[in-house]
């Protein structure tokens, strides 16, 4: 069989486009840094690295939702900061409103302050995130959570909200929080009770916040403490209005003691001053719960009052606002505490988040990176056996049975 040499030229010129070929590919991976390209460099490889890359995709989708929830929980612990100073400052003005030596446009004045005060907490309450979405709505429903409806025949603040709070998962965190339960689920009275004057009282009178001593014997119920003139001595007699009004046999008729504790159903308090025949004290046993703006509210009423019995009530709603505002200002301390929690908790979801990423580039890189060292050295091996094979080619291609007759 004879070969033509133009077959021989045909497949000459064939192998060196194959190397040709392979050089400029070779040089496409080092100029990439990448050994697989496109799926059909290494199927396997390829195949891997596309799942790697939606992992990696998704952590880093993970890090920019907790990165939001962070900034969003940074600004509302600083808003919760705001409010804690907001409620410590409404505290000072009620002990100085506490002075007895006040005038009455002295009281106007810091009446004046706390509705000032009042304000600036609404506003807190309300404050959005650099988003513009309410830090503290609870689940959402409303752009603004606290509407102020106080007017004469309004009923305060109310929370449009939606109450409750997005629990923490394993990647993510709320981004706002139950700002109801912050503000608006403060205990009355002393948590327990609330000790109150009728309006209708004339003496001097008033009492403190009181405390449970017996739990067991403690019911819950609703009394009254009615105060007689008998014989030139003031007695009292404790009247259960749950159970119909019924006196107690233990507590009828009793002699009446300025500063001395009064102790029934697992409660005690002590009654100060001098009451009236006729005067009362209403017990309210599981009062529902009240809110800060409404506490504030009240305080400033009290300062405001003018009526019979007028220092006697003023002393005593002063005293329950002051352990309510105590109460609030637990409350919006252990908010900022579990926000603090929070936030912990996004440090080390960040660093977990920027673990996993980590690793899914590193899984990728294995996959498809080439060695460089190795792919140079390739390069070059390749390189010159082109140029060697180019060279003899050129050499081989000038040999002619006509040259050598010549």
């Known amino acids: 069989m004879r070969i033509a040499t133009a077959n021989n030229y045909d497949s000459t010129i064939k192998v060196l486009a194959d190397r040709q070929a392979q050089l400029a590919q070779q040089q496409e991976r080092l100029a990439t840094g990448k050994r697989v390209l496109r799926a059909s460099d290494d199927p396997v490889s390829a195949t891997l690295s596309e799942a790697a890359r939606n992992r990696l995709a998704r952590a880093e989708a ?33 002990v100085t409103a506490g002075n007895a030596a006040f005038t009455d446009s002295e009281r106007e004045d810091v009446a004046r302050q706390l509705e ?27 752009a603004t959570p606290f509407v102020d409806l106080y007017t004469p ?62 739990p067991a014997s403690y019911t819950g119920g609703d009394y009254r403490i009615s105060f007689n003139q008998v014989a030139g001595q003031m007695q009292y007699t404790v009247i259960d209005v749950t159970n119909g009004n019924t006196p107690l046999a233990s507590h009828t008729g009793v002699p009446y003691e300025p500063g001395k504790a009064v102790q029934f159903g697992g409660m005690s308090f002590t009654i100060n001053g001098q009451p009236a025949s006729g005067d009362a004290i209403d017990i309210e046993g599981s009062p529902a719960r009240s809110d800060i703006f ?109 040259s050598m007759i010549g």
């Open 62 to 94: 993970d890090q920019r939702a907790l990165e939001a929830s962070r900034t969003s929980l940074q600004q509302a612990e600083s808003g919760l900061a705001e409010s804690g100073e907001l409620i410590q400052r409404v505290r000072d003005l009620l």
């Open 294 to 402: 409404s506490i504030v509210q009240n305080a400033v009423e009290a300062l405001r009052y003018d009526g019979a019995n007028e220092s006697a009530h003023r002393n005593q709603e002063l005293a329950r606002a002051m352990t309510e505002v105590d109460a609030s200002h637990d409350r919006v301390l252990l908010a900022r505490g579990r926000v603090g929690e929070l936030l912990n908790r996004a440090d080390s979801l960040g660093s977990l988040l920027e673990g996993r990423a980590f690793d899914h580039k590193a899984e990728d890189s294995r996959l498809t990176d080439i060695d460089l060292v190795k792919g140079i050295s390739d390069f070059q091996t390749q390189q010159q056996g082109l140029e060697a094979a180019i060279k003899s080619y050129a050499q081989v291609q000038k040999l002619s049975l006509f």
């Open 116 to 142: 000032g005060l009042r304000e600036q907490m609404i506003a807190v309450a309300n404050r959005t995130d650099s988003a513009g979405r309410t830090l503290f709505g609870g689940l959402g429903g409303a």
């Open 153 to 214: 025949s309004g009923n305060g603040v109310t929370f449009n909200g939606q109450r409750g709070q997005a629990a923490a998962g394993n990647t993510a965190l709320p981004q706002a929080l139950d700002g109801e339960s912050i503000w608006m689920q403060v205990p009355q009275g002393n948590g327990r009770f609330v000790v109150t004057l009728p309006n209708s009282n004339t003496g001097a009178a008033s009492t403190s916040m009181g405390e449970v001593i017996d």
